[in-house]
């Protein structure tokens, strides 16, 4: 590895950027930077500063594989845990419960990433993968009396085993033909469910509360404790399992079929694989939705709920794991809060105003609709690399800022 | 670049305004009750598949503008607050979380859902939320007891056991078949009805179920005629009426159809079957000839002029809130979460209201049992052809 020197670091970048609207009207002169140039570097005292404001550059395999490959990726992760851990702290019960569905909808949108956006197969029933793996984590509890980590691990694998099997028509099937395939398979559940009386039928089933061990989650924070800790783990696994073999190929897959099979990859082998990954996290997910919510039923795995979760990873941003999540926080706290928008200030009784004069009495809450619908729109038209893209030239832009 | 960056300003600025305002009370008070104020939420599906039942939460918009009017409760004006939660379980809990924790309200009126309705139902009876008048007929609400929640909808299998008893008792039918929703809601139905034939030591003669899903009835229409039904018993959606009827007369198959309260709205029921619904008999719990439903319309195109639907749904929202407001009048000034549910458990045989004997004890919170039979007129009007029935237990 070849090491520069700190104080090369400015001048470089300054030839880069020089022409920067925003330098000519904050910075006259040259040395007015040097503080804040010495500001952001700091963190990082090495050559990866000088790379990281230049290019994202890799020289070996073992530096692409590094979990975090900037010293200020690995501040920042670091910050994020320590965040992770205060919110709650901070937040009421409501806001924590917000949360709680966030981290969830963002284990679940990054397994279907794993399926939609690195494999490059589609997927429309994956509500169904996460009504088995809620049904098989409260089964087990109430039925089995297994215990809340088993039947956890259980609900991914149960749910991972039916993925395997949706998977291999997905051999065969492509673009549309695959959607209604894993689009029946998701109505399919929901009704076997539905009519299952030993699963509650319609009725649905009591979820019994979270424990490990003598530790169980009766309150909002407790769930957040064991429900985000479940979500990072399997984030950091996800993040990981994209640098392996396993991810490589499933991108090359994703590129071309025949190309990949033709460097060796084994398309049957994976193909399977990423659906038995992507149906794994969906099914932990579910698991964790059914102790949050307290209740299941049937009718609430239905196709709208497959679709949120595919828009999450559009708008998100495919083939992203942070894209994931970014997209599953947006849609979800958008869902829960465009509910009161009556109640915000100022937009509020403007568009209560609107809606009363020119809709009908219902016209309000369909304005969540439209707006999720419009930023849908704007997101594909405008940043097909969905907010991941708008993050990726965030940075690039503020990288350079000062220069 | 710099577009960009102003709109990502403004998406800062926007996500801000959204964090709605938070609504502090202090830990001695009352949570949701101030000295001018009640607090009381609702959520209801406003957009998704269920929307067209939203105009529950609509109703007891317009009910509570109107109690206001006429001087509120005590002294207080009651603060609605109308949450959609598009059906969705998981948004229904939040709700509840947000009506507990951000507004601190004070009870929770009615609701539209079972299984959106149960994914709140621990989280308000844990935190002493009083509830009254869930709009479905699930006997979640009042079995096992909840002490802060009280059940007006009569019970599915209540009314389904009335109505095969008239059937049976005052139009002499021996044959009966019985057409349900493969769900809860058709099982419950059912469940009634078997009560009353095993009592009666009858035998249905026939139990043909309809998923939710089906659109061709040609097959059930068949059966139905093969078990030489005299009457059959409907406990479907709206929609499936008009299939199973029309598929039913064309293979000349014209029994006397009976339907349960959830298909009551009469005109609506004749429009869409193209005037089959003539002749049709139907349980019913809602009074809407009683002066109080005109007084209720009037207040409808006062308060609500927007609304398009104003039929049984709409008015559904003032009968299940309806006993709210009296246990809110008989609790008085001194309110907070238990005498309000000692002053509900005083309400015995209450008729100032669309329903019929509302009755609250504190072995029982299931406030309504009763029911009475209507016929559809030649115009799809409503003919009463039966006084109120009480269910009166195995």
């Known amino acids: 590895m070849t090491s520069r020197k700190n104080n090369s670091v400015i001048p470089h970048a300054l030839q880069v950027d020089q022409k920067n609207d925003l330098f000519i009207l904050f910075f006259r002169r040259r040395e007015a930077i040097l503080p804040i140039a010495n500001l952001l570097t700091w963190v990082g005292k090495d050559s990866e500063t000088y790379r990281c404001l230049t290019m994202d550059m890799k020289r070996d395999y073992y530096e692409d594989i590094q979990l975090c490959k900037t010293r200020t990726a690995l501040v920042l992760t670091i910050a994020l845990f320590c965040c992770l851990m205060i919110i709650p702290f901070l937040l009421g019960d409501y806001n924590i419960y917000i949360v709680n569905l966030i981290a969830i909808h963002a284990i679940v949108a990054i397994g279907l990433n794993i399926l939609v956006g690195y494999t490059g197969q589609i997927s429309l029933g994956h509500a169904g993968f996460f009504a088995i793996g809620a049904y098989t984590s409260v089964l087990l509890m109430v039925k089995g009396g297994v215990p809340f980590p088993v039947a956890l691990l259980a609900a991914g694998f149960v749910s991972a085993g039916f993925g395997f099997l949706l998977g291999l028509p997905s051999l065969r099937l492509e673009g549309p033909y695959l959607a209604i395939a894993t689009l029946g398979f998701g109505m399919a559940v929901t009704q076997i469910i539905s009519h299952w009386d030993f699963a509650g039928g319609h009725m649905g089933l009591a979820a019994p509360k979270m424990s490990i061990g003598p530790f169980v989650a009766d309150t909002g924070l407790e769930q957040y404790a064991i429900i985000m800790s479940v979500a990072a783990i399997m984030t950091i696994a996800a993040i990981n399992l994209m640098k392996t073999r396993v991810g490589r190929a499933l991108v090359a897959i994703r590129d071309s079929e025949i190309a990949a099979e033709a460097m060796g990859v084994n398309v049957l082998k994976y193909k399977t694989l990423a659906f038995a990954i992507s149906a794994f996290y969906t099914g932990v997910g579910g698991a964790l939705m059914a102790f949050a919510l307290a209740h299941i039923s049937a009718g609430s795995f239905n196709l709208i709920l497959s679709i949120t979760f595919l828009a999450m990873i559009i708008v998100g941003g495919l083939g992203s794991i942070m894209g994931s999540i970014l997209g599953a926080a947006l849609l979800t706290y958008l869902q829960i809060k465009l509910q009161v928008i009556q109640e915000a200030p100022i937009v509020g009784p403007i568009l209560l105003d609107i809606s009363k004069r020119f809709f009908t009495a219902e016209g309000l809450p369909n304005i969540q609709s439209i707006i999720i619908g419009g930023i849908m729109i704007g997101i594909v038209i405008f940043e097909p690399l969905g907010m991941r893209g708008i993050y990726l030239r965030f940075k690039r832009y503020w990288r350079m800022w000062p220069f | ?394």
Not at chain 2, 119 to 133: F, I, Q, S, T
């Open chain 2, 1 to 394: 670049m710099k577009k960009r960056l102003k709109l990502a300003l403004v998406l800062v600025v926007l996500s801000a305004t959204l964090i709605p305002a938070q609504f502090g009370w202090a830990a001695d008070k009352v949570r949701g009750v101030t000295d001018t104020e009640i607090l009381i939420g609702q959520w209801g599906p406003q957009t998704g598949p269920a929307a067209a039942w939203g105009a529950v939460a609509r109703g007891t918009g317009v009910f509570f503008d109107l109690v206001n009017e006429e001087g509120g409760i005590a002294g207080r004006k009651i603060k609605y607050f109308m949450r959609d939660d598009a059906y969705q379980p998981s948004k229904t809990k939040a709700i509840a979380k947000e009506f507990v924790e951000n507004l601190g309200v004070f009870g929770v009126a009615s609701g539209v859902g079972t299984s959106t309705g149960m994914a709140a139902r621990d989280y308000l009876m844990e935190n002493k939320v009083p509830w009254v008048g869930p709009a479905t007929g699930s006997k979640h609400w009042s079995d096992p007891l909840q002490k802060y929640l009280f059940a007006v909808y009569p019970r599915y299998t209540d009314e389904a056991s009335l109505l095969t008893q008239y059937l049976v008792e005052k139009l002499g039918k021996k044959k009966i078949a019985f057409f349900y929703q493969n769900d809860d809601y058709g099982k419950e139905g059912l469940e009634g009805a078997q009560n009353y034939a095993k009592r009666a030591g009858l035998q249905l003669a026939a139990e043909i179920p309809v998923e939710v899903t089906d659109t061709d009835l040609k097959s059930h229409a068949l059966k139905l005629k093969e078990s030489g039904a005299e009457a059959v018993i409907l406990w479907i959606l709206p929609k499936h009426a008009p299939i199973i009827l029309g598929q039913a007369k064309a293979i000349g198959f014209e029994p006397q159809w009976v339907a349960s309260s959830t298909l009551s709205d009469s005109h609506l029921m004749y429009k869409i079957t193209k005037g089959l619904w003539e002749g049709v008999i139907y349980a019913n719990f809602l009074n809407i000839e009683s002066p109080l439903a005109k007084k209720y319309l009037e207040a409808q195109k006062k308060f609500a002029p927007n609304e398009q639907y104003t039929g049984i749904f709409f008015l559904a929202g003032f009968v299940f809130v309806e006993p709210m407001v009296e246990g809110l009048k008989r609790a008085g000034k001194d309110l907070t979460p238990d005498t309000f549910v000692k002053a509900m458990e005083t309400i015995r045989n209450w008729n100032d209201w669309l329903g019929y004997d509302c009755t609250f004890t504190p072995q029982d919170h299931q406030g309504m049992k009763s029911t009475f039979i209507s016929k559809c007129g030649p115009e799809g009007q409503q003919i009463k052809i039966s006084d109120w029935m009480t269910y009166k237990g195995e």
